[in-house]
């Protein structure tokens, strides 16, 4: 016999055999994959018949965009030891700090108001408010700042008389950047107040007209103090004309006429709101009442300012607009 054909011969089966166990194998394989799936399938399509979660919200605060080529900028992380702007026991122009109040209007919907504080006593505090005084924001006068005088603001610029220093010197400022940051301002930037010394002017102080003055003003020509129940005008450095105005809380400027605020006229029982000429002022000058704000309080003070046809007035704890000139409100 041929050893080498019998050894081809009992090769062969068993090659056979192997290939059949591979193929077995593999179609195992391919069943086991395709029953795999088919639960997959069927796991996915129950999913989408169910309601869909919420969306995830997130606490971090969002990041600025920035300009292409610009270094990005970090999020400063937030101080748990900081206080609150908007302190429940802050003070505010409103209560807590004595003095006069001063109120200057932009517009219709940005003003600024102060209690004037005093020297050697409390401190003056100034805010501002940029939604027709429904809110309000104090701002930082500096340490040395003792008293405030006056203020008088613009859509560019703010500009304040201050008692500055423990000598309480009379001082004008400017900022530029919201009360971020203050100047040396020009005399007269700020308009008049009242000091202890008398009436501020961008001359000098000068003595008051009445014994009681309540507010001042300085135009380019003129002068007005409000003393009560009477008005003192003057023009350029001439004698002071009274003109007697029962009840006189308050003025504003509207061009060549007084927007006056006064409480107790006939037929208001708020504070009445009247016009009168700033010009040729005499001692029987009079005026006329245009509007009534009924709701305001009037056992306190009443401080009102004008900017166009939007009369601010603060009294009591309310800041209120008119915005046709004092006719409505």
């Known amino acids: 016999m041929d050893v080498r054909r019998r050894t081809r011969r009992i090769g062969r089966p068993a090659t056979r055999t192997t290939l059949t166990w591979v193929a077995v194998v593999i179609v195992a394989l391919v069943v086991v994959d395709v029953v795999l799936v088919a639960l997959a399938l069927g796991r996915t399509g129950a999913e989408h018949s169910r309601p869909a979660g919420p969306i995830p919200t997130y606490s971090s605060a969002p990041v600025p965009s920035r300009t292409p080529g610009s270094k990005p900028t970090s999020t400063p992380a937030a101080n748990p030891g900081a206080t609150p702007t908007a302190n429940a026991g ?97 005399a007269g930037a700020a308009g008049a107040g009242l000091a202890d010394g008398g009436v501020v002017l961008s001359t000098g102080t000068v003595p008051a007209p009445c014994a009681d003055p309540v507010q001042a003003f300085q135009g380019q020509h003129t002068s007005v103090v409000v003393c009560g129940d009477a008005l003192d005008w003057r023009s350029g450095t001439d004698a002071w004309v009274r003109v007697p105005i029962t009840g006189v809380r308050s003025l504003g400027v509207d061009g060549n006429a007084y927007t006056i605020a006064r409480v107790g006229a006939v037929g208001c029982d708020g504070v009445d709101i009247a016009t009168m000429p700033a010009t040729g002022v005499t001692a029987s000058s009079t005026v006329t009442s245009i509007g009534c704000w009924s709701a305001a309080a ?4 009443v401080t009102i300012n004008r900017a166009g046809q939007a009369v601010w007035a603060w009294a009591g704890d309310v800041v209120h607009v008119s915005g046709d000139g004092g006719k409505s409100w």
């Open 298 to 301: 009037t056992d306190g003070p």
């Open 90 to 186: 802050a003070q505010t122009a409103t209560s807590g700090a004595s003095g006069r109040r001063l109120l200057s209007a932009v517009d219709a919907t940005e003003a600024w108001r102060a209690s004037s504080g005093r020297c050697g006593g409390d401190a003056p505090v100034l805010e501002r408010s940029t939604d027709a005084g429904a809110t309000w924001k104090a701002v930082h006068l500096g340490s040395d700042v003792r008293s405030l005088i006056a203020i008088r603001a613009s859509s560019s610029s703010l500009s304040i008389v201050a008692g500055i220093g423990d000598g309480c010197e009379t001082t004008t400022r400017t900022s530029t950047d919201d009360a971020a940051s203050w100047t040396a301002g020009a």
